[in-house]
């Protein structure tokens, strides 16, 4: 899936947890959910069973610990995709 | 010296009324908040009636993120934010996300068990296999001290933050509790209440030992009737109290309303001795319990004017009313006025004693004995003990300033607190 394609969906996905609505206004590829959009922590798992559902994938812990910002969440989603 | 304590806020969220106002109404009127549950019906329970507090969707968004709504079903909690924060704002404080952290300020918000269905979706999602589809929400809302967690966090408390609990007797002790910490100076205000869950799965336990009123499916608000020849068992409620207990000198400091004045109280076990067991009092403990209250609050018994009981509408009332006339030494027509908030609410559990708690002080505060519905054939037991005029059943207007409030519990629990009316 193209940046274009993903982007508005990750969007829509963790507009529910963002704490910063300015940075989210500006998100973009190396947005990182903790720092920049003040996401806590904690809903990182969240966001993780939100992505599997919209995607249809399944993601591991080792690909969770890497989720951290929009670009490793494009990655890790489109390899999922992809394999 | 020790701190005189006042109580400066109130809130409550109550099967016939949600917020002070509405159930001052509900109080003064006698209104029920008992009805038939079809879930119950559906589950095959004995007892298909219960009080449950009706908040809209819209009422929960003035407390509740958008984000913290996402996954949540934990109804003690929902109950008991509610009653906290209402009780905070009627204290004259603010409810804002970047308030300072109040390090005089602490929080005993009690309960018996927290997000039972919670609970359960997360049991059946372990079961199936998919622990890690959980989500992250399960511990805050299953932890027994979830509800001072949501709490505490919503308001920014500094000073102790914790849940107690102790059965029915919960309440109570909580408002004791914070009352002891603000006495001995460690703090200067404490948020106390007690909520508890609604539900099959709480009230599931109760039912199978048939302690629940099956007699009344078809008219629930004639099933809770403490005191009465007919009772024949208590009717399962839920919801949730809350208080702010301040220091007389802060409360006058900053020019804030005063409810009423704490006198003092004392909570002890009756041990499961002398009569007592897991699910029935020790008469000796409970009567120690009322005259040392008494004693702590510098009093005489005969000072008490009104007595709001625990009386669930089990056939324990009788027995509780002997130790009430044991304890003060008085029956008859010089017994005080008592009456029962459980015929209108229902038995809600951990929640019990702060609403009642809460009962009491609007009744202290607005001069008035709330009525004892469904207690027009008075148990012949207790009628031997004390006037019947004593157990109004209708609402009764009269000048008074003190009022005691008990509530006791399984495991053989007990507290009770005294209360004045304070006039600044």
């Known amino acids: ?83 | 010296m020790k701190k005189r304590v006042v109580i400066t806020g109130l809130g409550v969220v109550a099967p016939n009324g949600v917020g002070v106002t509405e159930f001052t109404d509900a109080l003064k009127s006698g209104r029920s908040g008992i009805t038939f549950h079809q879930k119950l019906k559906d589950l095959n329970f004995s007892c298909q009636i219960g009080g449950v507090p009706n908040i809209s969707d819209e009422l929960k968004s003035k407390y509740f993120t958008n984000l913290q709504q996402r996954g949540f079903n934990s109804s003690g909690i929902l109950y008991g934010c509610i009653a906290g924060v209402d009780a905070w704002k009627d204290a004259g404080f603010e409810k804002n996300e970047a308030s300072e952290l109040d390090y005089e300020t602490g929080l005993i918000f009690g309960t018996g068990t927290s997000g039972i269905e919670k609970f359960r979706e997360a049991i059946y999602g372990v079961d199936e296999g998919n622990v890690r589809r959980l989500g992250s929400t399960v511990v805050l809302q299953t932890m027994a001290s979830g509800v001072s967690a949501y709490l505490s966090g919503m308001l920014g408390l500094g000073n102790q933050v914790t849940t107690n609990s102790s059965a029915c007797t919960t309440g109570t002790e909580a408002l004791l509790m914070g009352f002891d910490r603000i006495q001995n100076g460690k703090a200067k205000r404490m948020l106390v209440g007690s909520c508890s869950d609604d539900g099959p799965y709480i009230w599931g336990g109760f039912d199978a030992m048939r302690v629940m009123t099956y007699k009344h499916n078809n008219n629930p608000e004639q099933g809770s009737r403490s005191m009465s020849a007919s009772a024949s068992g208590f009717v399962p409620g839920s919801g949730a109290g809350a208080m702010v207990l301040e220091s007389l000198e802060s409360a006058l400091e900053r020019g804030a309303t005063i409810h009423a004045e704490v006198l003092g109280g004392e909570i002890n076990s009756g041990g499961q001795r002398q009569g007592g067991t897991l699910t029935a009092p020790n008469p000796k403990a409970v009567q120690r319990c009322i005259i040392k209250a008494i004693e702590n609050s510098g009093i005489n018994a005969n000072d008490v004017e009104v007595i709001n009981g625990h009386l669930t509408a089990t056939s324990k009332d009788s027995l509780e009313i002997e130790n009430w006339t044991k304890a003060l030494n008085r029956n008859g027509n010089d017994f005080p006025y008592i009456n029962s908030t459980k015929s209108m609410i229902g038995h809600c559990l951990a929640a019990a004693g702060t609403i009642e708690c809460v009962a009491s002080i609007i009744q202290l505060k607005e001069q008035f004995i709330a009525p004892n519905i469904n207690c027009e054939d008075l148990h012949p037991e207790i009628e031997e003990l004390i006037d019947s005029e004593k157990i109004p059943t209708e609402k009764l207007d009269m000048n008074f300033d003190i009022m005691a409030k008990a509530s006791f519990g399984f495991g053989d629990v007990n507290a009770c607190v005294v209360f004045k009316r304070l006039q600044v």
Request: negative net charge; proline residues 2%.
């Open chain 1, 1 to 83: 899936m193209t940046k274009e394609e993903l982007i508005p969906k990750l969007k829509n996905i963790i507009a529910p947890y963002v704490q910063d609505e300015e940075a989210f206004k500006n998100l973009n590829e190396d947005t990182d959910f903790v720092k920049d959009l003040k996401i806590n922590s904690a809903n990182l798992v969240d966001i993780i069973l939100d992505i599997e559902d919209e995607f249809d994938i399944r993601l591991e812990n080792e690909d969770m610990e890497q989720m951290l910002d929009v670009k490793s969440a494009m990655e890790i989603i489109n390899s999922k995709l992809e394999s």
